[in-house]
């Protein structure tokens, strides 16, 4: 019977070799739960990780070309294909926003104004509502998996807003953990980023992107489009001032 999966294919060839998971797991490196999770499909291992398993397994070949053939349109499970299911897999999550303050790191207030003036035709309780939600997400990916952030947005992100707004957003940003911030100065652009883009590194390996777009979010597995993507993150970083010189910007801004 042809397996669908790559998870079903290691775990019978698993059993073929007479290893138990945990006994697997040893012969690999990895854990006995981290095992179990690619032969249920709840990850994708990475290109070493699968090197690792084939000669393990001693399969000559066999289980890496199972995996690249398994992998060969996209890296990500079905059920990750969405941004928000890859902030919770990630152990790492870099934020390139051309003209606001990344959703993620928004303040109510400034959240309010977001939703406001992208949805005009919303009540006030639903705007509301909806920068409330916004703005719980940080402290539950925190509780969740806890990720590293970093975040490139344009000084103008701040200025744009009224000075109460600006000075909760300022006050927001200072005070979260385990963020780095990178301003874009004024005078400065992030050319050839045209809609806000996040990269990830998940936490069982491997890595994604997303890009919003007028028809939706695109999430992009590591064989996608996602050079491009990569270098468009780091050339953003490139622009942006250091964590320590952004940090001393924010706090001397009016």
């Known amino acids: 019977m042809a397996e669908h999966t790559f998870g ?29 999770r690619w032969e249920n499909d709840q990850f994708v291992p990475a290109r070493d990780d699968a ?12 289980l890496f070309r199972k995996w690249e053939g398994f992998t060969a349109e996209s890296t990500l499970l079905p ?7 890859l ?11 051309p003209v ?4 993620l790191l928004q303040s109510p207030s400034y959240a309010e104004i977001v939703f406001r003036e992208g949805q005009p035709l919303l009540p006030a309780y639903e705007v509301q509502r909806l920068a409330a939600l916004r703005c719980a997400r ?43 911030l990178h301003l874009v100065p004024e005078g400065s652009a992030l050319i050839g980023v045209i809609t806000p883009m ?3 590194r998940l936490l069982e390996g491997g890595k994604a992107a997303s890009a919003d777009h007028l028809t939706g979010n695109v999430v992009y597995g590591e064989t996608d489009d996602f050079d491009r993507l990569t270098e468009l993150v780091k050339r953003a970083f490139a622009i942006a001032l250091p964590e320590p010189q952004s940090r001393k910007l924010l706090e001397e801004l009016p």
């Open 8 to 36: 079903s294919y290691l775990a019978k060839e698993r059993k073929r070799a007479g290893h138990t998971i945990r006994r697997l797991a040893k012969k690999a490196g990895k854990s006995s739960s981290t095992i179990s």
């Open 51 to 62: 090197l690792g398993l084939d000669k393990a397994l001693e399969l000559r070949g066999a």
């Open 79 to 85: 059920w990750m294909q969405d941004a928000g299911k």
């Open 87 to 97: 902030e919770e897999a990630a152990s790492l999550i870099e934020y390139v926003s």
């Open 100 to 103: 606001l303050v990344p959703g």
């Open 138 to 180: 940080y402290e539950q990916l925190r509780a969740q998996n806890d990720p590293w952030v970093s975040a490139v947005f344009p000084v103008s992100a701040l200025l744009c807003v009224p000075e109460a707004v600006r000075a909760e957003q300022v006050s927001h940003l200072l005070s979260l953990e385990k963020v780095s």
């Open 198 to 200: 996040l990269m990830v």
